[in-house]
């Protein structure tokens, strides 16, 4: 059974940094590209991040580039969404998602929801002082 787990959300102060962490399980998770993703409260959700099976390939919103980095560790099947420079506008629940099906290796760009087909729960990151 396909799982993501993402933790590493908290309650951080502006400016401040998080590394949030996405586990896999039960699936071929070297074979998927991954996504960050969040939602604030009364907003849909946004793709924030990719990357590709390999790590080769990244892409990012525009409002997180520069402050955002996201990587993989396949033997570890995990990823990571790393968070510097923190603002209030940040703050939302984060999920990451694994593509499936044909084209999975790779991030479309631009990408959204519908190209990512197994979700997270979730974790919440809340930046305020």
């Known amino acids: 059974q396909l799982q993501l787990v993402e933790s590493g959300g908290d309650l951080v102060q502006p400016g401040g940094s998080l590394r949030l962490s996405c586990a896999a399980s039960?699936?071929?998770?070297?074979?998927?590209?991954i996504g960050w993703f969040r939602q604030a409260p009364g907003k849909e959700r946004e793709g924030v991040s990719c990357?590709?099976?390999?790590?080769?390939?990244?892409n990012y919103v525009d409002s997180v580039k520069g402050r955002f980095t996201i990587s993989r560790d396949n033997a570890k099947k995990t990823a990571y969404l790393q968070m510097n420079s923190l603002k209030p506008e940040d703050t939302a629940v984060y999920y990451c998602?694994?593509?499936?099906?044909?084209?999975?290796?790779?991030?479309?760009?631009?990408?959204?929801?519908?190209?990512?087909?197994?979700w997270g729960q979730g974790t919440q990151v809340t930046v305020s002082s």
């Open positions: 998602a694994a593509r499936t099906g044909s084209g999975a290796s790779y991030c479309p760009g631009p990408f959204s929801e519908k190209d990512f087909g197994s």
């Open positions: 039960g699936f071929s998770f070297g074979y998927s590209a």
């Open positions: 990357i590709s099976r390999s790590g080769g390939s990244t």
